[in-house]
């Protein structure tokens, strides 16, 4: 089966197609066969579309909205030039997977879209009304375009932490506030922690009851997750996506006193303190330079910037603070830390400053198997053999997740009819 991956962001819409098939044993096999990217939606969009094998072409062109973007990505799709193996018409696209940001308590797994969910969705825009908006538009265009009779589903960023116990994803808070207006910990980065726990236990060849890790996202967004018996137990994003591990430009954890403190000091109003949290804090807002890690690593190494070495450490500390709290309270029933993401799968640099500290509680960095990372193979075990807790470096794969759930949902629905 043929299916489109979309990702409908604000301004932004990533796609990919795979051709999936389910083998006889249950296993899925995915063939990537094309993705792309275009960014600036609503005003001169730069476009990236990218065959697998083939030279990326890169344009730039005004797209207005999302259903002008998808149009785009359909036709170009199906044109004689993109030459994509098994898409020649719309019909070749069997099915479609949107990433939805947040499915509240309300979807706790993929489901095939219906205007029920559409609905559901809709009334989960109130918790994210950055991302469902983009989701929504995404699947409206989809709808639109390809019509009815292709089938939809939506595959959620919290649905993995649906198991969360309630002491873990209840705040500090008045009770009441969760009972009215279900404010609680939802976490996100749910289909790269579920990716991370299923490509752990296949490499490792252990059932996912055996499946007892911490999954360390580490990109623009950060979060750490919990997974004891292959379930998601805990993790750092909380009611949004701000909370948690200190970001590329978002704080992370932070005393909400200094909110009103800030109001009074500087007559920041509630828009300025949500642009501050989540545009202008983290690595960019303690080193005064940059969000990009690349780029502070950079700076420490050729300049010896302060501010940009602070940044790190603070980067640093509070990922291991994560690890050691989830470790603690899994009562050591830990076997490996598995670090995804831009920075957790590309950077030795920032992996050994976690890590090295963490000697502590068992973890023994090989620092050859460090240094050499996903240079060799596409995963890599970084701590030695004889660790008491391993420690991995494991590219993540959203996409692979949405696609799976998309086919397994769509033949599900198939099976009841
Ligand atoms: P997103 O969360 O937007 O998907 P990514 O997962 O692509 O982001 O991560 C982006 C981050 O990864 C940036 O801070 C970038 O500097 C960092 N990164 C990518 N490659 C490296 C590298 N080799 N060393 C250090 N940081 C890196």
Known sequence: MNILVLNSGSSSLKFQVMDVEITESGECAADYLAEGIIESIGSYAQITYHVTGQPKTRLNEPVKNHEIGIDKVLRWLISPGSQIKGIQSYADIHAVGHRVVHGGEMFVESIIIDDKVKSGIEKCMDLAPLHNPANLKGIEAVTKLLGTKTPQVAVFDTAFHATLPEEAYLYGLPYQFYRRYKIRRYGFHG???????????????????????????????????????????????????????????????????????????????????????????????????????????????????????????IFCRNVRKYIAAYYVEAEGNVDAIVFTGGIGENSAEIRR?????????????????????????????????????????????????????????????????
């Open 191 to 313: 289909n790269s922690h579920r990716y991370i726990a299923y490509k752990y236990r296949k490499i490792n060849q252990i059932p996912r009851e055996q499946t007892n890790i911490i999954s360390v996202h580490l990109g623009n967004g950060c979060s750490a997750c919990s997974i004891q018996a292959g379930i998601s137990v805990d993790t750092s994003m909380g009611f949004t996506p701000l909370d948690g591990l200190v970001m590329g430009t978002r704080s992370g954890d932070t005393d909400a006193s200094i909110l009103h403190y800030l109001h009074r000091k500087e007559g920041l109003n509630f828009d300025d303190m949500d642009n501050l949290l989540n545009k202008r804090s983290g690595l960019l807002g303690i080193s005064g330079l940059t969000s990009d890690m690349r780029e502070l690593l950079d700076e420490v190494a050729e300049h010896d910037d302060r501010r940009a070495k602070l940044a790190i450490d």
């Open 353 to 417: 400053r976690i890590c090295e500290p963490l000697k502590s509680i068992g973890l023994d960095l090989d620092n050859d198997k460090n240094n050499q990372g996903l240079s060799v193979q596409d995963y890599q075990k970084i701590s030695t053999d004889h660790s008491k807790l391993a420690a991995w470096a494991i590219p993540t794969d959203e996409e692979y997740i949405i696609a799976v759930d998309t086919i397994r949902q769509v033949n599900k629905h198939i099976e009841a009819e």
